[in-house]
């Protein structure tokens, strides 16, 4: 089945470092989404990237597709405490019903003020 | 933006009892809802996807006849643990769809089996 796998686990930074985290797929997807969850909290949709080689930007964070579409990126530059979390990536096979998503295993990062 | 409730947030039950937790979508319609459970410092596992109306769909592992699903409105998804046990201890996280492609969260469901 599909494998979605996600680097690194664990990333600790000082307040304004930058971070990425990085998201590989056994299969080509057909779009990938990024969720952020707090401690404690739950998921929480960033946003969805879908065409080959696709960059968005919000704000500080950037996401990129690969062009294959089986890997994929976030990056956060100038990361500040607000930031932690656990960054997910999720992607959607081409052809899976529902909308269904097979998740990476997450990104923890911490932020030392 | 969509919001998803849970209830209940946490439950300890006993061992051999049933507990069940209700995922609700608030202001939007969810055709399909889904449910996770997510280990301690692991990700979302996909458990199964269910659409208004019908079965839901299980995830290879997942037994349908411990885990019983029903999605009987468009707002509304059940999820029954029957004949809990210890190693059912998780958290369970709901999610809801209503068309697009974002999925909302719920709160999640801290499940205890003593």
């Known amino acids: 089945g599909q494998q979605v796998m996600q680097i690194p686990q664990y990333q600790h930074v000082q307040e304004g470092e930058d971070f990425t985290t990085y998201c590989n797929s056994s299969?080509?997807?057909?779009?990938i989404q990024w969720y952020k969850q707090r401690p404690g909290g739950h998921p929480v949709f960033l946003i969805q990237?879908?065409?080959?080689?696709e960059v968005k930007k919000q704000k500080r964070l950037t996401f990129q597709f690969g062009e294959a579409k089986k890997n994929s990126s976030l990056h956060i530059t100038a990361t500040q405490t607000t930031d932690v979390g656990t960054y997910f990536c999720?992607?959607?096979?081409?052809?899976?019903?529902?909308?269904?998503?097979?998740f990476g295993k997450g990104t923890k990062l911490s932020v030392i003020p | 933006g969509a919001v998803v409730s849970q209830h209940p947030s946490r439950v300890i039950c006993k061992s051999g009892t049933s507990v069940k937790i209700e995922c609700r979508s608030l202001?939007?319609?969810?055709?399909?809802m889904f449910w996770y459970r997510q280990f301690p410092k692991q990700s979302l596992m996909l458990m199964a996807t269910?659409?208004?109306?019908?079965?839901?769909?299980?995830e290879q592992g997942v037994e349908k006849d411990k885990f019983l699903i029903n999605h009987a409105s468009l707002t509304l998804s059940t999820l029954t643990v029957t004949s809990a046990h210890p190693e059912d201890s998780s958290f369970y996280i709901c999610?809801?769809?209503?068309?697009?492609?974002?999925?909302?969260f719920g709160p999640g469901t801290r499940l205890t089996v003593t």
């Open positions: 269910s659409n208004e109306g019908s079965k839901a769909t299980y």
């Open positions: 202001d939007f319609q969810a055709t399909t």
């Open positions: 299969t080509t997807l057909s779009n």
């Open positions: 999720a992607g959607r096979a081409p052809g899976a019903g529902s909308y269904q998503l097979t």
């Open positions: 999610s809801a769809s209503g068309g697009s492609y974002e999925q909302y």
């Open positions: 990237l879908v065409k080959s080689g």
